[in-house]
């Protein structure tokens, strides 16, 4: 019975439709079928996740079908020792690359903080269009462009890296 309210809800509220991406705790998938005691999500592996809807109204839902846009956040770290000029330019060469592509809506890019090896750039863009491989061909592109435009300014990007200095002992006198 509380199935059937559940479905009764689901089809009143409309929370989620046919063709909707949902994830729920650690499932996710594609809504393939709204039944009256289940609904049934197609996973991004491929397996079929049969949910009871009592279940599904009882978790924290999120949507991802009804995004009118997706946000993407880009963070870059460029090396201490990039000349100044360069690291003032990196803002307007992030901007750049967000902006040749369509359906791409810039926001920001920004010097962020001065990071524990590198400098630290944030950059925000949106992307209108909901579908991921949309949203995953823009931020292919992007990041494919940064990085032919800071090898061409032989800019380097930088990873988490300590270095350890060996200092002799000293000798007895």
């Excluded at 992030?94 to 950059?123: N, S, T």
């Excluded at 002799?168 to 006198?173: M, T, V």
Aim: charged share 25%; hydrophobic share 45%; net charge positive.
């Amino acid at each position: 019975l509380g199935d059937l309210l559940a479905s009764l809800s689901i089809a009143l509220d409309k929370p989620f439709r046919v063709g909707d991406f949902l994830v729920l705790g650690e499932e996710k998938g594609t809504v393939e079928q709204i039944g009256i005691k289940s609904t049934r999500l197609r996973s991004t592996t491929g397996e079929q996740i049969v949910m009871a809807n009592g279940e599904l109204l009882k978790s924290r839902l999120r949507n991802y079908g009804l995004l009118p846009e997706r946000r993407a956040e880009l963070a870059l770290r460029i090396a201490y020792e990039t000349p100044r000029k360069q690291v003032a330019e990196i803002p307007a060469i992030i901007e750049a690359a967000i902006r040749a592509q369509p359906k791409v809506r810039f926001e920001r890019a920004h010097l962020a903080r001065l990071g524990d090896y590198a400098f630290i750039y944030e950059a925000v863009y949106h992307v209108h269009d909901r579908d991921l491989a949309v949203f995953m061909d823009a931020q292919q592109q992007i990041l494919l462009r940064l990085l032919e435009e800071l090898a061409l300014r032989d800019i380097g990007i930088v990873y988490p890296t300590s270095r350890a200095v060996s200092a002799s002992p000293p000798k007895a006198g």
